[in-house]
């Protein structure tokens, strides 16, 4: 049974339809990233699974459980990291942690907990006087303190240094090894790319996209490659038999599987022209990528190219492979 479930769920402010019968579920020991555009609808979501806002349409079930009518049954169950942590500012780390462990039953030892998220040097460090990385890595400590099944993430790597990321990457890892669903929502799309099993992009309060990694980037494959700007791209594409793009100046692409000829092709012309490689990825296309390309803003009138690329309304719900192109 899925640890979360949404069903067609609808949710309004007035007249403003925020979530527009919109459909994914995740499992325990799986890491959803539910992604969208600001004003996607993403929060208005994740507040109803939280049982803080009621559905105005469909339903949603956590741990089989109605979020709004059986709130304080799922309290106990889930936790939620927020985006600004709702601790006294001046209590220190190591008194904000037991403090929220006594609230559950059978919390997880305070201080394995201020190890595991490496803020053992700042345990007596008021809240207030924390970096943005180590109070958010307080945050996230304060939400799985209780051994939640279910923990929602919002942004868990913002404002997080490199350290600080690492441990919040092994902190998910670990939950999702000790079958925890999580739900993460967030804007740092490669850091998705790196926590996530599985993707929902919404859009409008829709489903747009939504499958495994790897999956929602369609599978198709592309080289790109870094070198001075303005490369006689028309040229290397006779050469390679392929169309080659500059994107952001001295950024080039070419949508065709990497395959070893084309690279060693593509590196010899570069040679015969003097021409310094700055960086190359072969690969599945970027989530960053993907996520722009389907949430892109629909014009008024568009041309055939942006049609082709601006979300339609056949849009397709729930898991599975990507929506559309
Ligand atoms: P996201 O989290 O993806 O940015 P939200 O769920 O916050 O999206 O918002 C979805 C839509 O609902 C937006 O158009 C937003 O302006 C609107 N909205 C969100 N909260 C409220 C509210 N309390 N009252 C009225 N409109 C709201």
Not at 59 to 81: E, K, N
Not at 243 to 257: A, K, N, T
Not at 260 to 273: D, N, S
Request: net charge negative; hydrophobic share 40%.
């Amino acid at each position: 049974m899925p640890a979360v479930e949404v069903d067609r769920l609808v949710v309004r402010y007035g007249n403003l339809v925020a979530v527009d019968g919109l459909s994914f579920d995740a499992d325990p020991g799986e890491v959803v990233a539910l992604l969208g555009p600001n004003g996607a609808g993403k929060t208005t979501t994740v507040e109803t699974l939280e049982g803080f806002r009621r559905a105005d349409g469909g339903s949603v079930r956590v741990l089989d459980l109605d979020p709004w009518s059986d709130h304080t049954r799922l309290t106990a169950r889930v936790g939620v990291l927020l985006q600004r942590g709702g601790i006294y500012p001046i209590m220190n780390t190591e008194r904000a942690v037991r403090l929220f462990a006594a609230y559950y039953e059978n919390p997880l030892p305070a201080d394995e907990l201020i190890d595991l998220v490496g803020l053992r040097s700042v345990a007596r460090t008021p809240y207030k006087r924390l970096s943005g990385g180590e109070q958010q890595r307080l945050a996230l400590a304060l939400a799985i303190i209780g051994r939640p099944r279910v923990v929602f993430l919002d942004e868990p790597t913002a404002g997080v240094d490199p350290a600080g990321r690492i441990a919040v990457r092994n902190i998910v890892a670990g939950l999702r090894n000790d079958g925890v669903c999580v739900i993460i929502t967030s804007h740092e799309l490669d850091e998705v790319q790196r926590l996530a099993d599985r993707v929902v992009i919404i859009d409008h309060g829709r489903v747009v996209a939504a499958g495994r990694q790897g999956e929602i980037q369609g599978g198709s494959e592309e080289l790109r490659f870094a070198a001075q700007p303005g490369l006689e791209t028309g040229e290397l594409s006779v050469r390679l038999g392929t169309h080659v793009s500059e994107g952001p100046p001295g950024e080039y692409l070419i949508p065709v599987p990497p395959v070893p000829a084309l690279v060693a092709e593509l590196t010899a012309w570069l040679a015969e022209h003097d021409l310094q490689l700055g960086d190359l990825r072969a690969g599945r296309q970027r989530l960053e990528d993907v996520f722009l390309r389907l949430t892109a803003p629909v014009v008024d009138e568009p041309t055939d190219e942006v049609s082709a690329l601006a979300p339609s309304s056949s849009k397709q719900q729930g898991r599975g492979g990507t929506a559309r192109r």
